[in-house]
T-cell receptor, first 111, second 115 residues
Framework: DAKTTQPNSMESNEEEPVHLPCNHS???????IHWYRQLPSQGPEYVIH???SNVNNRMASLAIAEDRKSSTLILHRATLRDAAVYYC????????????FGTGTRLTVIP | NAGVTQTPKFQVLKTGQSMTLQCAQD?????MSWYRQDPGMGLRLIHY???????DQGEVPNGYNVSRSTTEDFPLRLLSAAPSQTSVYFC??????????????FGPGTRLTVT
């Protein structure tokens, strides 16, 4: 399975935008880019996913590079509730819906 | 909808004991899976199922069994518990077996300690 690389940790001030990067240089044409987050002592929670075009939902935006070798999860206004570990995961279009988690980026939000 | 439920929330076992972790979902999802998460690590896939009667191994299946007799339930059995199986276990489900299009819903987890 294609691998992703994320920074171990990032910090953001409350109510400021946060850009969480993810590199996936070995992505294949049938890989979707999924983001999940895990709040402390909880199970992971789906955030957003995309294939080629940028995507927006109520939680976040996903910006995908034109060559698809990297992507950025954008939280428009960080809140204390956004403090979590964020995972960038490649999911193949065909086959079972299996997620292969790395170690993710731990986001700290400073009040 | 209750979503994905897991029982028990906490469990302590002695080495060699067996037990079953329960997972149920009420969303009529075809796909269900079990993950384990060790301290400071991401989740690792143990077993998964793309529908009733169908199961397959994930990354770390040794020491665990699963079955899927109904759409709703996907129990995980520890055959002979070992200290290396001390972990937090998460169950997840999603609408379809074709992964890329469907988000997964995770349960709250079971924290297992094997002494």
């Amino acid at each position: 399975d294609a691998k992703t690389t994320q920074p171990n940790s990032m910090e953001s001030n409350e109510e400021e935008p946060v850009h969480l990067p993810c590199n996936h240089s070995t992505i294949s044409g049938t890989d979707y880019i999924h983001w999940y987050r895990q709040l402390p002592s909880q199970g992971p929670e789906y955030v957003i996913h995309g294939l080629t075009s940028n995507v927006n939902n109520r939680m976040a935006s996903l910006a995908i590079a034109e060559d698809r070798k990297s992507s950025t999860l954008i939280l428009h206004r960080a809140t204390l509730r956004d403090a979590a570990v964020y995972y960038c995961i490649l999911v193949r279009q065909t086959g079972a819906n299996n997620l292969f988690f790395g170690t993710g980026t731990r986001l700290t939000v400073i009040p | 909808n209750a979503g994905v439920t897991q029982t028990p929330k906490f469990q302590v076992l002695k080495t060699g004991q067996s037990m079953t972790l329960q997972c149920a979902q009420d969303m009529n999802h075809e796909y269900m899976s079990w993950y384990r998460q060790d301290p400071g690590m991401g989740l690792r896939l143990i077993h998964y199922s793309v529908g009733a009667g169908i199961t397959d191994q994930g990354e770390v299946p040794n020491g665990y069994n699963v079955s899927r007799s109904t759409t709703e339930d996907f129990p995980l059995r520890l055959l002979s518990a070992a200290p290396s199986q001390t972990s937090v276990y998460f169950c997840a489900s999603s609408y379809g077996g074709q992964g890329a299009l469907y988000e997964q819903y995770f349960g709250p987890g079971t924290r297992l300690t094997v002494t």
